[in-house]
């Protein structure tokens, strides 16, 4: 089946995500980064994975990868509630305004981010902000982190099974450290 | 500055002494008389051009950049297309990505301008006709002696009769031509004008706004500026269905009231309910309280499937394009009634009642053109008197709970219905639970459903799935039992003298209005409780149209809506519901006189100066939560020109751009001190002036924090801090790390959150700066200087 987006009718225009077929792209992408940066949207703290929730897996990545997190909306405070502050917050539509800039210094003032890394944001919504990435950020490469092909990204996962998700998310998350 | 030239003879007599006698304050124009008495003098702008306020809209959009998201990375708008404009490519005409997105923006604010305006136009025409162009304008007695704030500020003339808001209507007409002109091939190419397009057409719709309601609240007796509206009945489970049910759907009233006149007349109005869907179910409540609202638009599929009404009358505006095919289904002969909306019905308006009757009741037509409104009253109540015995059998429309089950079977669980849903909802799990004979997932589906169907139309198995929804818990929509205070209108000139300092100096923290369609992330119930949070901490709430009846749907612990609880005046802690879409203008209208009866500015063609003031001192933030169509679009634009930020909900990203200040760069934030000359920093005041946020959460934070203006006292800006950080701590549970952008001194800091503060403002490096007497237009400070 051709890789389609989650929302029948979102379909993108001629420029669209390359698949993440296995861990390993992933990884790559997030290691071949200088400057990446994790957003992480309000329902990662409300999608269960296995018995964990999908924010606890994008934590460990974060920790792993040493990636800065913003949390977007009210995700910061479930984000905090696990002991991790090392989170940002920040609207999900600030972000990526300021991603768009390239006379932005990112959250630490020292330099533009290179990769951000998506999840948790509602479909459509992430949809819509990586589209403008697409178009006003020519220098910014994204990742979508959702079970749900993102055609505006860079990269994405095609529509996947949870079981599918979870096994892909719990190997990028191992195979980062290396 | 440009004003629009208008052709014609105009003759202007100040004063003339003549052998028929004196003549004072005589204009003459080609077939118009009218007596010019308002003294006050003109400002700059009477009637502007589309570029007349070009400089004002560049002013907002030098500090809330455009983040443009496309929606559809091609343009198709013409024979060279489709255009691929991603990765800085331009279009065959040359266009780039920013400006056809911007063009996009101005087309939906174009088409939602041309709607408001089109239906003030239908309105007024209906009115001259009935009650004649000389009679009065009267929103509100001797309590609201300005009485069109819009208007004269944005035209320059004080209307007084019907036939007066006739010139404001064709000012709208030609200016909403020339926008809508500007996005043809080859006109506009740059997306900052266009923008400034945009805020123009919201400009012009706030016009239509006012003179729609203006109009029907002069002439139909609605409430006049009337904190004290009546509570009316809201809600499917309110409607008495052994007695024949009437269902009217749209924005344009007419109709409904010659419903309600017919009843009257024939002392028929306790044996026909009147039923209403969105806003003209509001105003046929202010023109009637015995007509009843169902709900907002979203509620259409569910209340037809009910099979409740017996006649559906549909005028225009958000009325769903299958409502004559739903009708048919349950049997209900349907009325069109707008020319807007024929639906290909056969025009049946210059027949006689009888044969009408006749041929809907026999099944013989499905539904009927009706051009005439005051025609509506009769037949539809006729038919209705006619068809209700037969349709007995198809009011229990809803789908039996074995019925339900069957239909799930059927789900081969492709996730079709999932992926067509706007809100991702969880339909597939529910089917598969429903299937075994557990209905409760589906029915927890209701509260978030927005009622598109959607899922239907994908659904390989054709299984009714909204239907199902619907069903899934039968008791459910009977207990949709809620009351809610109609739409009051104007806010009176006393309010305004009240509360108006208060709000300038910030010790009243905000004025947040609720406002727009349902197109809600998470059901309407989240805009009940952001209203109701607003209002519990003594902010002035305002609402209208769809977003004022999803808060009327909900009740707290003793069983009591919002609106029983709050009282329904503009002042901290009311409720104040102004009615329909239309209404909309009162809000724009109340922030508009603040600045002149309050601060006693000149009104008149004056819009610089009164949106600068706004823009400045008047905290008020609008929120669409479910914004879903182009005239919320072009309200929101009104809303912008005039400097008060809008908030949507995470659907709004759809309209492809935002309009995001950047706290971060402290050089934005510089305005005049009236008083001095000089450029002085103000801090991110407000923030961003259109924005989607996440989550009702992220609304929240966001809502108290866009309160703030650089015009606020000490006490005012601390008592705005406090509600700020309070709600930061409880949502996000963490203190905001921005305060020390908004404390300009000690008197700054809430006294109960001091020490915390004052830790914050040393780790940040916090200077103190002034408070100035702020303007973004050096002319206000020569005005000043020069006394």
């Known amino acids: 089946m051709p890789v389609e987006p989650w929302q029948s009718a979102e379909v993108a225009g001629p420029k669209k995500a390359s698949v993440i077929t296995k861990p390993d792209v992933a990884d790559a992408i997030i290691k071949r980064a200088r400057r990446p940066v994790l957003i992480i949207g309000h329902l990662a703290a409300e999608i269960d994975l296995d018995d964990r929730k999908m924010l606890d897996y994008l934590l460990e990545l974060a920790k792993k990868g040493n990636i800065p997190v913003i949390g977007t909306a009210h995700t910061g405070r479930e984000i905090r509630k696990r002991g991790y502050t090392r989170v940002w917050i920040l609207p999900a539509v600030e972000i990526g305004q300021r991603l768009a800039d390239p006379e932005w210094k990112g959250l630490d003032g020292n330099e533009q981010y290179d990769l951000a890394i998506f999840a948790g944001l509602p479909y459509y919504m992430e949809w819509t902000i990586l589209s403008g990435l697409k178009s006003f950020a020519p220098a910014l490469k994204t990742i979508a982190l959702d079970n749900t092909y993102q055609p505006n990204a860079s990269w994405s996962f095609a529509n996947i099974s949870v079981k599918e998700w979870h096994e892909n998310l719990k190997a990028i998350i191992e195979d980062l450290g290396d | 500055m440009g004003r629009v030239v208008k052709k014609g003879v105009n003759i202007r007599i100040k004063e003339l002494k003549s052998d028929i006698g004196d003549i004072r304050d005589l204009e003459l124009s080609v077939g118009k008389l009218t007596s010019e008495k308002w003294t006050d003098p003109s400002g700059p702008t009477p009637f502007p051009s589309v570029t007349a306020l070009r400089n004002w809209d560049k002013k907002l959009l030098e500090r809330y950049k455009p983040f443009y998201m496309p929606f559809c990375d091609l343009c198709c708008l013409c024979t060279y297309g489709k255009c691929d404009l991603t990765g800085g490519k331009r279009g065959a005409c040359g266009i780039d990505m920013p400006a056809q997105q911007s063009r996009i923006v101005l087309l939906a604010a174009c088409i939602g301008a041309a709607t ?6 239908e309105l007024v025409t209906h009115a001259i006709e009935k009650f004649g162009s000389d009679n009065k304008l009267d929103p509100g007695g001797l309590s609201v002696e300005v009485e069109a704030p819009v208007i004269r500020l944005v035209c320059g003339i004080k209307p007084e009769k019907l036939g007066d808001l006739e010139t404001v209507l064709d000012y709208a007409e030609n200016q909403i031509s020339q926008l809508l002109s500007a996005t043809h091939t080859g006109q506009e190419g740059n997306n900052l004008d266009f923008e400034s397009k945009v805020l123009h057409a919201g400009m012009i719709d706030q016009l239509g706004l006012e003179v729609a309601d203006l109009a029907q609240v002069s002439v139909f007796g609605f409430p006049k500026a009337d904190p004290e509206a009546p509570l009316v009945e809201l809600g499917i489970g309110v409607v008495d269905t052994k007695k024949p049910v009437i269902l009217v759907i749209g924005h344009n009233v007419p ?8 009843l009257q007349d024939n002392r028929l109005t306790d044996d026909i309910e009147v039923t209403g869907i969105c806003c003209t179910a509001i105003d046929a409540t202010r023109y009637s309280p015995k007509a009843k609202i169902i709900g907002p638009m979203s509620w259409q599929l569910r209340y037809i ?17 299958d409502t004559l095919h739903e009708a048919a289904l349950i049997h209900a002969p349907l009325f069109a009634t707008s020319e807007k909306n024929c639906l290909g019905l056969p025009d049946r308006t210059g027949d006689p009642v009888d044969s009408i009757v006749v041929d809907l009741a026999s099944g013989k037509e499905t539904g009927v053109l009706i051009l005439d409104p005051d025609k509506v009253g009769e037949i539809a109540v006729r038919t209705a008197q006619a068809v209700a015995p037969k349709r007995k059998k198809v009011k229990a429309g809803l789908l039996a709970a074995d019925k339900i089950i069957e239909f799930a079977k059927t789900c081969t669980q492709c996730k079709q219905c999932r992926r067509a849903c706007p809100n991702d909802l969880h339909i597939p799990d529910s089917m598969k639970a429903a299937g075994k004979g557990n209905t409760v997932m589906l029915s927890d589906i209701y509260d978030e459903c927005i009622g598109c169907a959607r899922c239907e139309q994908a659904c390989p198995q054709e299984i009714p799935i909204h239907s199902m929804i619907v069903s899934a818990d039968s008791g459910r929509t009977q207990k949709e039992t809620f009351l809610m205070r109609t739409g009051r209108g104007a806010i009176q000139d006393v309010e305004i003298r009240k509360v108006g300092g208060p709000i300038v100096l910030g010790e009243i923290p905000g004025v947040v209005a609720f406002v727009g369609c349902s197109n809600y992330p998470k059901g309407g119930n989240e805009v009940a409780e952001m209203c109701m949070e607003f209002a519990r901490r003594r902010f002035i709430v305002c609402t209208s149209g769809c977003a004022a009846m999803s ?7 003793e069983g009591k809506t919002p609106y029983e609880v709050y009282p329904g005046s503009f002042d901290a802690g009311g409720i104040v519901n102004v009615g329909s879409c239309v209404a909309n203008a009162h809000i724009a209208g109340a922030a508009i006189k603040i600045a002149s009866i309050f601060a006693r500015r000149n009104l008149r063609a004056n819009y610089e100066e ?12 609008g929120v669409a939560w479910g914004a879903m169509s182009q005239k919320a679009a072009a309200i929101a634009a009104g809303f912008w020109r005039l400097g008060i930020p809008v908030v949507v909900g995470p659907h709004g990203t759809k309209y492809r751009r935002m309009l995001l200040g950047r706290a971060d760069r402290k050089e934005d934030w510089y305005c005049y001190d009236r008083r001095t000359g000089e450029k002085v920093y103000v801090g991110p005041v407000p923030e961003h002036l259109f924005f989607a946020a996440e989550t009702k959460e992220e609304a929240m934070v966001l809502v108290a924090k866009l309160c703030m203006r650089p015009n606020d006292t000490g006490k005012g800006r601390a008592i705005k801090l406090t509600h700020y950080i309070d709600l930061h701590k409880r949502l996000f549970g963490v203190m905001p790390d921005d305060v020390h952008l908004f404390v300009r001194n000690h008197g700054d800091i809430p006294v109960s959150m001091k020490e915390e503060v004052m830790r914050l403002l040393r780790e940040k490096g916090w200077k103190e700066t002034t408070i100035p007497d702020p303007t973004l237009l050096s002319d206000q400070v020569i005005r000043v200087r020069s006394g």
């Open chain 2, 255 to 262: 109709p409904a009231t010659s419903i309600v006149d017919y």
């Open chain 2, 551 to 557: 808060i009327g749907m909900h009740k707290n612990g």
């Open chain 2, 116 to 121: 408001h305006v089109s239906h003030a136009r």
């Open chain 2, 305 to 321: 499937r009910s099979g409740i009404p017996d006649v559906i009358i549909v005028d225009e505006q958000c009325v769903r394009c």
């Open chain 2, 610 to 621: 009164i949106a600068d003031y706004v823009y400045n001192r008047v905290g008020a933030v």
